[in-house]
């Protein structure tokens, strides 16, 4: 068989060991030694293990190859911390293999600064309500994670509402949520609360730090007899910190309708009358001459956003309804007040529910509304007092009401939390839009006189026109 490379090559080692062995009198030692052991601060650590060495072979005589196995299962990855393996192998000629080990050490060292964002007084929101969020420095292996948490406070002097954002600061990488966090104090060293001097956020750092990073020095409150160093705070172990900012909220830009209708909208009904609606002796339909009026199921919504936060953003509507039809919008539903069940203040309040039911399932006008991202969708709907309670941002409670035929009104406000209000209002109407059926008498005879005419009117061939064969739509029999 023809010799490989590494047939010659080791053919050649067994010979240059050979000739050792003549020249010395004995067979050369075959070494491998590692690189020695290391210690090294996570904020220096190489990933790439090039700058802790290679194995020395230099001592190998015939040497195929080496190979290098790395064992992480002693180190944390994320936190870059732990001991690092490395075995070190050396594949002789003969298929022996020699082994040196090296052991990386990492050790974590926590060691951040903070700088906390200022207070603000916002004149113009902006839609994520995000006013600075903590800074820092020498974030090296720290795992950090800020979240916040707000309480808003609809009531204070110097703002239409006020925020208290309460930042919270951990470093996953030694976080223990048995021990408590660092509280720094917001400074206020003015007695206004407004003042520009209690804005800016202080910074937390270690004693001795040069600027920028230097810590703050500055009264906690406005009677503290001399200023406070806020590297008092710091401490290279801590847990995490916490700090509360103060955003108030001093609006002028009112609430906005998403897609206010224009005037004239029209709700098109092909439902079968129900007779237990809208049926009262106080009522009447001048066209089809009865105190059933004809009805259908309306879907009144309107979306309203805010620029600053929605939560404080309040959604009412007045429907205006034109029950006897003559053009005057006569019976005014404020959701605002509290309705009561099947009755509609028409004339004085006529019961519009004539179900058999008990009174607690008797429909009223009510209002819900359900957020939609920075918006709120409101709704005009017919609710009861027993019905279940779903989450609010989930479902809305209720059903569609169903509105008399006729040109009715809705306006809409939106107000936010500083007294902005906007208006959207339109007229819209409740039509009937099915295709009347009749019912005809079959066999129906009449003498004709001797002029040969005789006047014939479709209601004689009607049995009955009511809507609760059909709808509200004249019919004819032929």
């Given amino acids: 068989m023809r010799p490989t490379l590494r047939n010659l090559t080791c053919l050649y080692c067994l010979l240059s060991s050979s000739y050792l062995f003549a020249a010395s009198g004995s067979i050369a030692s075959d070494t491998i030694i590692a690189p020695p052991n290391i210690t090294v601060s996570c904020e220096v650590f190489d990933p790439s293990l090039l700058a802790y060495g290679e194995a020395d072979v230099s001592g190998v005589a015939c040497l195929d190859t080496t190979l290098i196995f790395t064992d992480y299962s002693q180190f944390d990855s994320i936190c870059l911390n732990g001991i690092i393996s490395r075995t070190f192998q050396a594949v002789l000629c003969d298929g022996n293999v020699l082994e040196a080990m090296q052991h990386i050490t990492v050790e974590y060292n926590q060691f951040y600064f903070v700088r906390f964002p200022s207070d603000v007084n916002v004149t113009q929101c902006n839609s994520q309500m995000q006013y600075g969020e903590p800074i820092f420095y020498s974030e090296d292996c720290e795992l950090m994670a800020t979240t916040y948490e707000d309480q808003v406070f609809g009531i204070d002097p110097t703002a239409c509402y006020k925020i208290e954002r309460t930042w919270t600061i951990i470093n996953w990488c030694t976080y223990d949520p048995l021990l408590p966090l660092v509280y720094i104090p917001n400074p206020t060293p003015n007695a206004i609360p407004n003042h520009p001097a209690n804005l800016p956020g202080p910074t937390v750092s270690a004693p001795g730090t040069a600027v920028p990073w230097a810590a703050t020095i500055v009264k906690i409150t406005p009677s503290d007899t001399a200023a406070t160093n806020y590297s008092i705070f710091w401490n290279a172990s801590a847990n995490g910190y916490q700090y509360k ?72 509507y007045i429907l205006y309804l034109d029950i006897d039809d003559d053009g005057i919008t006569e019976t005014e539903i404020k959701s605002q007040l509290s309705q009561p069940p099947g009755v509609v203040p028409f004339q004085g309040g006529t019961t519009f529910d004539n179900r058999p039911v008990p009174s607690n399932q008797l429909y009223r006008f009510t209002l819900d509304w359900k957020p939609e991202g920075n918006s709120r969708k409101a709704y005009v709907r017919w609710d009861w007092a027993d019905q279940p309670i779903v989450p609010y941002d989930t479902l809305i409670q209720g059903v569609s009401p169903q509105l008399p035929y006729g040109t009715h009104k809705i306006k809409w406000f939106a107000e936010d939390g500083c007294g902005n209000q906007s208006i959207c209002e339109y007229s819209f109407t409740v039509k009937d839009c099915k295709k009347p059926t009749v019912v005809c008498l079959n066999g129906l005879s009449v003498n004709i006189t001797q002029t040969g005419l005789i006047t014939l009117w479709a209601s004689d061939f009607s049995i009955r026109r009511g809507q609760s064969y059909s709808n509200q739509s004249a019919r004819i029999c032929h």
């Fill in 245 to 316: 900012q103060i955003i108030r909220i001093i609006d002028s830009a009112p609430p906005i309708f998403q897609d206010c209708p224009l005037p004239g909208k029209e709700y098109c009904d092909q439902s079968t009358n129900d007779a237990q609606l809208w049926n009262n002796a106080a009522f009447w339909d001048q066209q089809n001459q009865q105190h059933d009026l004809g009805e259908a199921a309306v879907d009144l919504s309107i979306v309203a956003t805010d620029s600053c936060t929605v939560q404080w953003t309040t959604v009412y």
